[in-house]
């Protein structure tokens, strides 16, 4: 027999955490942080026997879905005696977070999920899906044990520049998947099903559109960890004649993708800038191999000034005061590539405030990390669930609107899959 409990996610996004029990053996599937969490916040792990102490010979172990904050958040906390999974280039990737933000993960894992290649964990047999998502090497999972087929989504969309796997997915799917477990992130209070995010071929045609009509720098907001964003914004300012500047963090980040055909230090028109807080963490911890690896590719205040015309800058909200000294503020444009709710937050809006003093104009250039609805109706009728189970999403009770056979599950709820 299979039991499924949520421990969060039945009725928001964040804070992904599911726990599985093959006959008394069990397995959990992300531990993540609420998305409303403020970022000194202590938050508690589900509670998930074993997970925190590791003295539960019933845990078979935790396995992170994708480097999503939501997703891996709370792992920080889970005992090094827990064997965790997760993809090779993720564990990388946060390993890179961990020497720049305090929202990093250097952990040790047990294994590594590997596109379509199964593995066994205890009683369950785990088939990881490399899947279409903001993060870099995010996977949905098929979980079977108990003599029951699962399909967790994880995050997943149809429109970046992974969307091949996501096709790949609806040609050939999984067969016989008793449930569904999957994420509606668009599935909101106020949806009705056919909106769309602007895929990332649009948004770097938009991005190329204004790098040109830009006098100034073109300042751009994005995450690091958003591979395919960075991809978007490396060609979209090759496009429009300009170079490229990551920050450190950046270009230490791409490196860790171990993935050459991401832009990084030493490709076409790449350049590399240290700001005054990363220079301090290189110099705090001697990290001086990160400096050295980018030397030839550094780029310094003076000539971000006079070639500003010429350049897309990463840019942060931390950076404003830095960059307004250098002077670099002048006729620039800040291009906004994340999710828009981050500018209602009161650091956002102190963000937009700046902004507005110095006379800097902000415009939108983003695509969704997740799915539409209508590309979630298609998982849906490929994968031909006996239930859909929704997760991950601010109106989980509005599935059955848009999905055939939906079963609505609490979170802390134990049911049978
Ligand atoms: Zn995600």
């Known amino acids: 027999m299979l039991k499924i409990r949520i421990h969060r996610g ?5 804070g992904n955490c599911i726990e599985l ?32 102490n590791g003295d539960d010979p019933t845990l078979a172990g935790l396995v992170i879905s994708h480097p999503h904050q939501d997703h891996y958040g709370l792992a920080d906390q889970v005992s090094p005696k827990v064997p965790i999974y997760i993809g090779e280039a993720a564990h990388r990737i946060l390993r890179e977070s961990a020497f720049f933000t305090p929202s990093g993960l250097d952990c040790t894992p ?41 399909f ?20 050939s799917p999984p067969k016989n998947i008793h449930v569904l477990l999957m994420e509606g992130t668009h599935v909101r209070p106020d949806s009705d099903g056919s909106e769309k995010s602007p895929t990332e071929d649009e948004v770097e045609k938009a991005c190329v559109e204004t790098f040109k009509a830009t006098r100034g720098a073109v300042l751009a907001c994005y995450s690091a960890q958003n591979i395919d964003c960075l991809v978007t914004l490396y ?56 400096t050295d690896a980018v030397k030839l590719y550094r780029i310094y205040p003076k000539e971000l000034v006079q070639r500003r015309h010429e350049l897309v800058v990463t840019f942060r909200q931390s950076l404003g005061s830095e960059f307004k000294s250098a002077g670099l503020l ?10 828009d709710g981050y500018l209602k937050q009161p650091k956002g809006k102190e963000f937009l405030e700046f902004l507005e003093r110095n006379h800097v104009p902000l415009v939108h250039h983003h695509s969704s990390g997740h799915a539409s609805i209508e590309d979630l109706k298609k998982l849906v009728t490929a994968l031909n669930p ?3 189970v929704p997760i991950h999403s601010f109106a989980t009770d509005r599935f059955a609107k848009f999905f055939p056979r939906v079963t609505q599950h609490a979170d802390g709820e134990w049911w049978e899959g």
């Open 235 to 290: 060609r979209a300012a090759i496009q429009s004649g300009r170079d490229f500047v990551m920050d450190l963090y950046t270009a230490c980040i791409a490196k860790a993708t171990g993935n050459k055909s991401i832009p990084q230090p030493g490709w076409d028109r790449v350049r590399v800038y240290l700001p005054n807080s990363q220079r301090s963490k290189v110099m705090k911890h001697g990290a001086f191999e990160r």
């Open 21 to 52: 029990d093959a006959d008394g053996v069990r397995l959990v599937l992300d531990v993540g942080r609420p998305l409303n969490a403020a970022m000194d916040a202590k938050i508690p792990l589900p509670s998930v026997s074993g997970l925190d």
């Open 10 to 14: 039945a009725k928001e996004i964040g």
């Open 330 to 339: 002048a006729e620039a444009q800040v291009v906004w590539s994340l999710w």
């Open 110 to 150: 047990a294994g590594f999920l590997q596109n379509r290649k199964p593995f066994a964990v205890g009683p369950f047999r785990l088939t990881p899906f490399l899947n279409d998502h903001s993060a870099f090497d995010a996977y949905s999972l098929l979980i079977e044990a108990g003599g029951r087929r699962v």
């Open 152 to 171: 967790y989504t994880g995050d997943i969309r149809a429109h970046g520049r992974k969307a091949a796997l996501f096709k790949k997915l609806l040609s």
């Open 386 to 388: 006996g239930c859909v």
